[in-house]
């Protein structure tokens, strides 16, 4: 069986943590090559995962013909110009979140998409391929938890350190770009439909001028999403689901851990039940599903005008946090 060779932009902690060991598991790919500004950095990033080329440069991974795939860990503001070189050298874009800083900036890259249409592009939005997602969601869309009302979700860490990305203001860190941004996505994915209009409070860093703690409501005409997000917080992270006839909370959304099971809670009129969902690694199954996309030639599982349409309401909340009020999305 054919298997997809990916080349890796960048030696983020989130690529050589989770991502390429996870990529290392998949059926359908394998991770051949791996670039870094700092040509060490690559050459030890290739030898701790056993491959086959580093480079000390981007434009010369991109140029590498035994390369089908590309994923991009890069900071934010990297996320837009890199995928679309990715996509004029002839490939694939697994492109870490959040898509863009801005949705303008995103739809510059879905022009680019379209000018080829024979390569796949989506963001990595790795928690919507983990099953409890998928188990969430199936209890909303069948009914189980009556009419969804409202979601309530919190993630949160915290980080000082003035070299973290996130606390870089020049290159799209902050809380809503880089966690709160699952809120969003989330809410719009159980609701099944994008807000009507958002509104936002937010508490600025004085020196890293990035927003350390935002919080955020989103009406979608139907019900609402409500979130909490910050970078200098206690660590937490959890969804609380709420319809006419039942609840679902989830324990750990967003990172849970390959080896361990997840739980959910599911409860109604009749009483309440666990779901334990056996242990897996979301960034494997999102590795699959990207590169039997590309094997098959079907649509990747979330399109890349998702991602545009996620930029939307978080460019909203932006726009709600300086002017104070509700803004329309």
């Known amino acids: 069986m054919r298997k997809i060779r990916w080349g890796v932009l960048g030696v983020a902690t989130i690529a ?6 996870a990529m290392q598991r998949s059926a359908y790919g394998e991770v051949v090559a791996i670039a870094s500004r700092s040509a060490e950095r690559a050459r030890a990033a290739a030898t701790r995962f056993g491959l086959r080329r580093s480079y000390g ?3 010369a ?51 680019a998409g379209r000018r080829h249409p024979n390569l796949k592009l989506t963001e990595a939005f790795m928690y ?10 199936r209890l909303v869309v069948d009914g189980n938890v009556g009419t969804l009302r409202t979601i309530d979700s919190t993630f949160t860490f915290f980080s000082d350190d003035p070299a973290e990305i996130v606390n870089r203001a020049d290159i ?33 860093d004085p020196v890293f001028r990035t927003d350390r ?18 970078t200098q917080a206690p660590d937490c992270e ?19 851990a390959p080896d361990h099971a997840c739980n959910l809670l599911h409860q109604t009129d009749a009483g309440a039940e666990t779901i334990a969902l056996d242990p897996c690694d979301q960034y494997t199954i999102q590795a699959d599903a990207f590169a039997r996309a590309i094997l098959d030639d ?30 329309d999305v």
């Open 16 to 21: 050589t943590d989770k991502v390429i060991p």
């Open 57 to 59: 440069d981007y434009d």
């Open 61 to 111: 991974l991109l140029a590498d013909p035994g390369i089908d795939a590309v994923y991009i860990p890069l900071p934010n503001h990297l996320h837009v110009p890199w995928s679309i070189r990715a996509l004029e050298a002839g490939k694939h874009v697994l492109c870490e979140k959040p898509i863009a800083l801005t949705a303008a900036a995103a739809e510059t890259l879905v022009e």
């Open 128 to 137: 919507r391929h983990h099953p409890q997602w998928e188990t969430a969601r």
């Open 172 to 204: 799209g860190g902050g809380a809503l770009l880089d966690i709160g941004c699952y809120s969003v996505s989330l809410s719009r994915f159980l609701f099944g439909r994008e807000p009507e209009r958002v509104c936002a409070a937010v508490d600025y």
């Open 213 to 230: 703690l935002t919080s955020g409501m989103m009406d979608f005409g139907v019900g609402t999403g409500t979130f909490t997000c910050g």
């Open 238 to 256: 959890r969804v609380r689901i709420f319809g006419t006839a039942g609840r679902i909370e989830i324990e750990t959304p967003f990172t849970p």
């Open 298 to 327: 079907t649509p990747v599982p979330t399109p890349i005008a998702d991602a545009v349409a996620n930029m939307r309401v978080i460019d909203a909340f932006f726009r709600s946090a300086a002017d104070g009020g509700w803004i």
